[in-house]
């Protein structure tokens, strides 16, 4: 079965709000406490419905590994960043102009 456009549109939908999801909250003062079972949890939905859209041959196999490799690597991006540095005051004076108060 062909792949559909509204997968290709729907995966790239689903990509680009949890990436911007995850900038948010590692720019956040506690986002390795309840931010991140929940950033965990929308990694996960998003994780079944690209995985309900391959079943249903919906997307095709590659883009669906491409997928999986922009969610897991943004996931650990988001720990490897938290970590680095004081991200709290950069991310906030990059996204919100509080110019890191």
Do not use: C, P, Q, W
């Amino acid at each position: 079965m062909k792949e559909n456009k509204i997968g290709k549109i729907t995966i790239a939908i689903i990509t680009i709000v949890l990436v911007l999801v995850t900038i948010r909250l590692s720019g956040h003062k506690h986002s390795l406490g309840i931010f991140v079972l929940a950033l965990f949890g929308f990694y996960f939905v998003a994780f079944l419905i690209g995985a309900l859209l391959k079943a249903t041959e919906v997307i095709s196999k590659s883009l669906f590994y491409v997928f999986l490799a922009v969610l897991l690597t943004s996931f650990s991006l988001f720990f490897v960043y938290h970590h680095s540095y004081d991200s709290h005051n950069e991310t906030r004076s990059l996204l919100y102009g509080f110019n890191g108060e």
